[in-house]
């Protein structure tokens, strides 16, 4: 890439130069040229920003702009200086200390504004409201409503019910189990909230809020006499009671400055008063260095935020309460709004107090390591400069210090006087849910001219509920959003009830067989009627008076409602029920699994919605935060470029990945490369340990690792020399770190930097570790270390970094007298910004280095510096400060300030940082990729971040078609879409939406992706747009959003969601990722060392995302499996037992005789058919775990939704159907025929008789088939399918002998039932005969689908069960005797040891090849639960291309989903190559040979979509073992070796899979081939 490509001056960047004239969208491939499109993207667009400001100052230009006065004018609004937009709602004034306008006020006097309270709510229920609000939810379901009808509809006796007292019980069982379940997960929710309210803070008491009306509560607290004002509530009350007797002493000292507030204790108070004797302490009660670095910072004022025992510190030891306080002493200021002419009765004092009584208008004093408990504005912090440190963690899981400041004319509050002799108004503008924008205005009367003065208000002045206060002693604030308003919350949302999609199709499902049965009873209804109206019948001579009424059409009625009684289990009650026990069981086991047991934070993962496990298994797009979900949020500093001179030996996970796709394996083995750069580590730190003394060096901590560097700085004599030295000496001085030593006692030479961004702490720290120790920082002096000799420069100026600037500059003066300017920041800004003499070899050079480093995954930096002149100098620092005080085009006036002095620079070098990913992270994107699930990253980082980690995680790839998005106006968004989908239409085609084709993209020549950052991706979601970039974003592989809003990621989730129809999974970590969690149909957070909100608010919560791989490949698709068969089953045991009745039905005038006796249909459900079922969905798997995630491919059924498919319903109902005409006329038919006589001399031809022949041939073949169904059979598989039919034999033998009137029935029809039934050989055969007609169809069918239609997990379970799968994965079998004994290591399984090996070596890629229709049978039939959409090609290993072979490849190119990722073993034995065209070639591949034991992959499968017919003639006849004469269908050929996937290593088991040697005579041993499919 040429220099001028990487680095376009901005003048010669147009706006839609990214758009070719085919209108197709430009696409970039490697990481460095998309990084570099995105700088140029960022670059138009501030173009065109600064030239819409300029455009809008020049019409605003006649209107004349009044300075005021003071030093607030510096500081207004910002914003005010463009076109704003609108933000809905009324703005809010907060005054202090002065009286409402009376705009704002009622006739009483009374404001008229009412704010939300800061108690916060997340769970679904009060008290009050759980109970209707559950069981209006529970009756969303059509079936319960269903369900309540019949028991109403049993309640009257004419109708006929048995038993109308127990038709309740089903319905209120499922109603109360659910309610339970629905009650326990909210209540864990209010638990948490209530946590978090009951919070404590510090707050200004007994003084008015003059924003709050007298008597606040609402009516009915006001009714009831409860909560008066001015009372201390109970838990006020506990926690000041709680904090009591632990010290009465607050000091408030100002960073540098001799003023001192002090808050004393009551004299007459026993308890020892804490005097400034006592070190300043922070956490953990070590003691602080100040912000500035200045000594002599007082800080004893530690409260409790509600945190762990370690984290008191100071509180334990020198913390107080504040029950006791009296007036401070007031420090003497003038400045800003602080009038001490104000006369005020001085009793307002700082008490404790919680979190849910805070109220805007409230002044609260925050401490160190304390959480911010509203959105509150910065008026006054412990720090001389009015500067704080905030941790997001909570919010986004950032642990990178972020910088608030005071505003200027408050900064000086330091006591409660100070507050009460203060007055001003806050104008803010209205809560809304962008985290990154606040305006507001501070309005006061300088006390001293009396003029009215104002003050900006930015979101550098607010800190945002749920940040933690860090390296900042203390912070007055004034709460300004509470509860509800605050920006974390708004975009939170409320908690949604998800239902997950089978539940929904069930709702279909319900309505059809209701439909059913309103037919068939509407039949029976209007046949009954017809027939009670003849009178030539035996009924109206013998029955007469039975009748309900003398109405024909009213009898009728009668029947159709007796009629849906006895045929109500159509609609199965239990099946609901069951399915709640099974969705238990299932929440048990995932919670269970120690494979996603996270050790460092002791959880495993937690299930919180237990009703949604079998979406798991159907997730087609994940949706995923980066920082701290992705990444570790670490930084190392890998590699650095020095005048053209790389150091630095660390091998990333890019570039592990890019090695292992190219075939290089073994070069990047982790055991291996851990071990040379251990030594290499060594050799560096023993070299420069002989040079000079680094006391400040942490061994343990240095990431560059380069003896090479070492040895040049060992060489003074030479430039490099020089060059090393003024490049860490700029590490060392050009940052806004800060250093503290946490034990100054113990080890006063221990380091810890706190940054604003964790790439500043690790460059400095880099820096310190080479021996450029960064020492700490005074008002105005920067102490570094250089080779271990101390220097001192004088700090003059800081240009700070900002998204738009994209560098930083430090202004020092040197010990020898000169100014040095030094810069560091993106390449393409320096490089503009370079002197004209620069080397352009070294420019060229510096320039491939970055390129390289990029490519690799790092994060770059160039690194430059000047020589200023003194005379320069002093015209700049006043051009800067007129800048500074500018009000109109502020920013740009700083900017071009800063250009007056960034210029000329000299190159030294440039510096390359890796993004520490979470462990297994690439290799779990590979995985669920070959699975077929899309992921979309969806982060508030910088666009450049973002790609770097896409590249680093394999997300993004070299091979990939990358399309960068950014326009600043709709038109523009709409053309670069609208350009993208050009671009993708002329390579691929036209889209399709089809569910069949989703998941793997089949024959692919070229994948995607899509970057786009946050003000395009608001235009994209524009309702005129939104449908484009849906098309245009589910046609890629990955998509990419950066610098998006958390409404922005919900409103992304839902339009995939609802605009795809797919099914969605969110996985994030912050606060600032619940709402796109909330969204999504699966909402997962992490869990973190400090909680999480983003776990409290999820489904599933656990610690690493690389578990999302067993939750969904294992878990997730079996528990859709479990599910779906179970509901099919329990739809088909229910139509075989009630359409059974339907067909006595003629025989009894449709009058809705019951066939078989009560206790029989009360317990066909309850003990006789329904643990089967139960079982099935709990417990069956139709593959192994190790399987799944070694064929990831299997998944995509589920993303296909066809294991539950509405075919699949009617079959299951159709089987039901002829099955139950199968038990009930072949009975009927054996005693049409004759019937026999019982031992005992009576004869079997009563209606129990009867009836209870045809039941028990009913059970036992329901229970029988749901055996059929049964993949995996236990011991408790067999235990219930068999008990359950010898339990309905056992209660024939009970009930035979019970008395006549019993709660079952008053008549003695079932009298001595078992004598009659049990000895009469006519029974057993009728039962039996019938049971084998009924299912002989369903067997067959089987039979036929897994012999010549097999799906790709019967083949995979065929090879577990009967084949080598095991031995080729490393998993040992239950019978020793197949364990086979490995002698030599060359035919060992992998991964013996699990973790040992990083599974990103497995990221190879192969190409598939698309291949005919038809199936190998010859057939064109299709399954009819599988549509002939998911089939795997069986290519011999022969057939897989030799990824190391040079010559070209004739495959196309791949694509994520092709699921054929993993290379062949090597060696390779000389096979022939099967093109996508059918032809089989003549050429022979042979791979190179390897020695290292570990090296070889296992073979993968090579996936098609359909499978195509096989002439096997041509195939090596050593990879054939020839069958067995008999075992052949005619014309039908053996099916070959299935190569499974690799393991990764947090998933593996016991090993993997090791091919065997290239030797002829054992591989023709050892291969696996199938004579024959067999029915498993």
Known sequence: MSLFKRHPPPSDIDENDTIDPQLRLRTVHTAASTIAESIRSEIRAQKRRTQKRFLFSRKNAKKPKISEPGPSTSQVAEASSAPQSRIPGARRNIYVNQPLSAMETDHHGEPLARYARNKVRTSRYTLLTFLPKNLFEQFHRIANIYFLALVIFQLFSVFGAASPQTAALPLLFILVVTAVKDAVEDYRRARLDEEVNTSAITRLGQWRNVNLALDPRPWYQRLLHINAPGKITRGVQKLREKEAGEGKQVILSKGGEDRVSISTTDNNDSSTALGGSHPPTGAGGRQLEDIEGSIGSVDLHTYPPGLSENELGGWGQHSMSLSNYVQSSPSRSYLGVVDWSRRTNGTARWERTLWKKLEVGDIVLLREDEQVPADIVVLSTSDASGLCYLETKNLDGETNLKVRKAIQATASLSSEEDIEKSSFVLDSEPPHQNLYVYNGVLRYTDATTGEPRKEGVTINELLLRGCTVRNTAWIIGLVVFTGPDTKIYLNGGQTPSKQSKIAKETNFNVIMNFLFLVIICSVSATINGVMDGLTATSTYIYEQGVEPTSSNALNALVTFVSCLIAFQNIVPISLFISIEIVKTIQAYFIAQDLDMYYKPFNTACVPKNWGISDDLGQIEYIFSDKTGTLTQNVMEFQKCSVHGVIYGEGVTEAQRGAATREGQADAVAPEELAEKLASLKDTMVTKLTKLFKNRYMQVNKLTLVSPKLAEDLADRSTEQYSHIVAFFRALAVCHSVLADKPEPQERPYHLEYKAESPDEAALVAAARDVGFPFVGKQKDTIDIEVLGQPERFTHMKTLEFSSARKRMSVIVRASDGRLILYCKGADSVIYERLAEDVDPALKEKTTKDMDFFANGGLRTLCIGYRVLEED????????????????????????????????????????????????????????????????????????????????????????????????????????????????????????????????????????????????????????????????????????????????????????????????????????NDVAMIQEANVGCGLLGHEGSQAAMSADYAFGQFRFLTKLLLVHGRWSYQRIADMHSNFFYKNVIWTLAMFWFMPFCYFDATYLYDYSFILFYNLIFTSLPVIVLGSFDQDINAKAALAFPQLYVRGIRGLEYTRTKFWFYMLDGLYQSAVVFFIPYLVWQLGLAVASNGRGIDSLADFGTTVAVAAIFAANTYVGMNTHYWTSITWIVIVGSSLVMMLWIVIYSFLPVNTFFSNTDGFIDEVEILFSNVTFWTTVVFSVLVALAPRFLTKFFKSTYMPLDKDIVREMW??????????????????????????????????????????????????????????????????????????????????????????????????????????????????????????????????????????????????????DWSQSPSRLQTPPHPHSLAPGRQPLVQLQPEGLHDHDAGEGRYRPEESDQEDQADSSLAWDEPRVL
């Open 872 to 1071: 320069e100098f002093l015209r700049w620092v006043r051009t800067y400060e007129d800048a500074q005080s500018a009000i109109d085009n502020r920013d740009e006036a700083i900017e071009n300030a800063a250009a007056e002095v960034e210029h000329s620079l000299q190159i030294l070098g440039a510096t390359a940082l890796e993004d520490k990913l979470q462990e297994g992270v690439p290799e779990a994107i590979e995985m669920l990729h070959r699975a077929g699930i899309k992921l979309w990253i969806l982060t508030g980082d910088k666009l450049q971040t973002a790609i770097e980690i896409g590249f680093s995680c394999n997300l993004l790839k070299q091979d990939m078609e990358v399309m960068i998005l950014s326009a600043d106006t709709p038109e523009g968004t709409l053309a670069q879409i609208e350009a993208g989908l050009n671009k993708i239409a002329s390579i691929l085609g036209p889209p399709t939406s089809k569910t069949l084709e989703r998941g793997f993209v089949i024959g692919a020549k070229v994948s995607f992706a899509v970057v786009i950052d946050g003000d395009t991706l608001r235009h994209a979601l524009t309702p005129d747009i939104k449908p484009l970039f849906l098309n245009l974003g589910t046609q890629c592989e990955t998509v990419v959003c950066c610098r998006v809003s958390p409404a922005q990621k919900a409103l992304t989730v839902k339009l995939v969601k609802e605009g795809r129809k797919a099914m969605t999974l969110s996985i994030g970590d912050g606060a």
């Open 1361 to 1510: 069960v009967i084949g080598d799968l095991k031995d080729r994965l490393g998993i040992r079998h239950r019978k020793e005797s197949k364990n086979k004994h490995v002698i030599d290591l060359e035919t060992a399984p992998m991964f013996r040891e699990p973790h040992a090996r990083s599974a990103s070596e497995l990221a190879l890629q192969q190409s598939y090849e698309p291949t005919s229709s038809r199936s190998p049978a010859g057939s064109d039939r299709k399954s009819p639960d599988d549509n002939g959409a998911d089939a795997i090609e069986l290519v011999p290993q022969a057939a897989l291309p030799n990824p190391y072979n040079n010559e070209d490849s004739v495959s196309p190119s791949p694509s994520y989903y092709s699921p054929s990722d993993i290379p062949a073993p090597s060696p390779i034995p000389p096979s022939l190559y099967k093109y996508s065209s059918g032809e089989i070639s003549s050429q022979t591949f042979a791979g190179p040979s390897r020695s290292h034991s570990l090296s070889p992959e296992p073979p993968v499968p090579i996936l098609t979509y359909p499978r195509p017919s096989r």
